[in-house]
């Protein structure tokens, strides 16, 4: 099926039809948030879940018990996806814990008015490309194509969620930054207990170092990938577990561009982000 079948466009930015329907699109942006909720914030395929896991037992003291026994969308829903507004959010208590793969441009007005604390994780663009290519095989988006087809319409912002260049210049651009803790994959990668550190400090969660060291465990890929609730019919029934966690690891992007690919990715990124001053990881 097509991007015309499959996809609208919300503020200049495609979604999936079935995932984003016009009632959840309004319910987001009707929705009030509070100064106390946390929001991850994502572009799609750069570690999202893998943040909601260590919020979850941060905030759980190292408790494993939520992330073990309830769904990540239920657990940190996704803002603008249509699951929300069965979830009676507004009575959850405090801290109330959310996702999105929105834009900042996009948030609703309440999160410009409440400024809620705010984890961007980042990761490597060719990275997600070449994850977002394997996710495409979900039925709710449209199919890639061969890479390199599907390479011109990432570089393009013509997939689910629009731009990544636009996307993460957004939330690095955005005011007020002193409610947005920023990280990348490639720093959970390489040291998930500091990484683990820094979001227990910015939670303002106390932690001894034992705790902390149990936390990294739990979240180490090959711990989440065997974790139960990924392996459930309900998950299933959307996409195999495996598209979810495929490999976990910095630089599989060689495994799939070519050198003249790789070298068009970079002259793009290079033109695309030459205003960005905010020194990334992978550089």
């Known amino acids: 099926m097509t991007e015309a079948e499959l996809y609208i466009k919300y503020k200049g930015v495609y979604l999936s039809k079935s995932m984003n329907p016009p009632q959840s699109l309004k319910y987001f942006e009707d929705f009030t948030l509070g100064p106390d909720d946390i929001i991850i914030a994502t572009y799609p395929k750069s570690g999202t879940h893998w943040m909601q896991h260590i919020v979850g037992l941060v905030l759980n003291g190292g408790d494993p018990t939520s992330v073990d026994t309830v769904h990540n969308w239920k657990r940190a829903p996704w803002l603008e996806q249509t699951s929300m507004i069965a979830f009676n959010l507004e009575e959850r208590p ?15 007005l309440s999160f410009f008015d409440v400024n809620p604390k705010v984890i961007y994780v980042m990761r490597n663009p060719k990275d997600v490309f070449t994850s977002y290519f394997h996710f495409h095989e979900a039925p709710f988006l449209v199919k890639p194509g061969s890479s390199s087809e599907f390479l011109h319409k990432f570089l393009n912002g013509k997939v689910s969620y629009g731009s990544w260049f636009d996307h993460v210049k957004s939330w690095l651009n955005a005011e007020n930054k002193q409610h947005i803790m920023y990280i990348s994959y490639e720093e959970l990668s390489a040291d998930l207990k500091a990484s683990v550190a820094k979001v227990a400090e910015f939670l303002e969660k106390r932690l001894d170092d034992e705790v902390m060291e149990k936390i990294a465990e739990k979240c ?64």
Do not use: C, Q
């Open 220 to 283: 180490l890929f090959e711990n989440m990938k065997e974790n139960k609730i990924f392996h459930s019919e309900v998950v299933s029934k959307y996409l195999d577990h495996t598209k979810f966690f495929r490999k976990g690891v910095v630089g599989d992007w060689k495994n799939l561009l070519a050198a003249e690919e790789a070298e068009h990715f970079d002259a793009v990124y290079t033109d695309k982000m030459k205003d960005v001053e905010y020194t990334f990881v992978w550089d």
């Open 94 to 108: 405090s801290p109330r814990v959310f996702s999105t793969h929105f834009h900042h441009n996009m948030m609703p």
